[in-house]
């Protein structure tokens, strides 16, 4: 993905506190998240990744084994909303951990796109997102769904309501 730079980023670094609270919100309180296996693996102010492992239950197509189109867009929808807390986390960084992981209560989907390139196949994904835009009111992401050998199978863009 391009980088865009929202603000001087760089040097903000999340505390341990923030970034195991986003997680658990993100892996496990989010129940739906935690159906899809979906597993945080980079957690930065401007690009946060994640992976999912196939199995069985995510099949959309059972002739050739492919990942459901839903798995795809939840999963890049959930990835947008994460890449928006990141950065909202980067904006207040003079507010506690607490106090910004509290902010996840008011994100919401406003508006999700995703084109399906190539069909789902492999043994995991990864899924990446990052904000285009951080406005006091919506945020704009855009995410890629991507085959466990780099390969692009889906794109997303989404808005998110933020306050």
């Known amino acids: 993905m391009p980088h865009h730079t929202l603000a ?43 992976r999912i492992d196939m ?6 197509h059972y002739a050739y084994n492919r990942v ?5 867009s939840a999963g890049l929808d959930a990835m947008g909303g994460l890449a928006v807390m990141a950065a909202i986390g980067a904006r207040h960084m003079d507010e506690s951990p607490q106090q910004r992981l509290q ?3 008011k994100l919401g989907t406003i508006d999700l796109r995703v084109d399906y390139l190539r069909p789902g196949i ?3 994904f990864e899924l990446r997102a990052e904000v285009m835009r ?11 769904f991507l ?11 989404a808005a998110y309501i933020v306050s």
């Open 147 to 157: 085959a466990a050998d780099g390969k692009l199978l889906s794109t997303g863009s």
């Open 68 to 72: 459901h189109g839903g798995v795809i």
């Open 55 to 60: 199995r069985n239950e995510l099949v959309g």
């Open 103 to 105: 902010r996840f209560a």
């Open 8 to 50: 001087p980023t760089a040097e903000i670094h999340f505390e341990e506190e923030f970034i195991t609270g986003l997680k658990k919100v993100f892996e496990e309180m989010i129940v739906f998240n935690h159906l899809l296996g979906l597993k945080i693996t980079s957690l930065q102010p401007t690009q946060v990744k994640a």
């Open 122 to 124: 492999g043994e995991w």
């Open 134 to 144: 951080l406005g006091s009111r919506v945020a704009s992401t855009r995410m890629e």
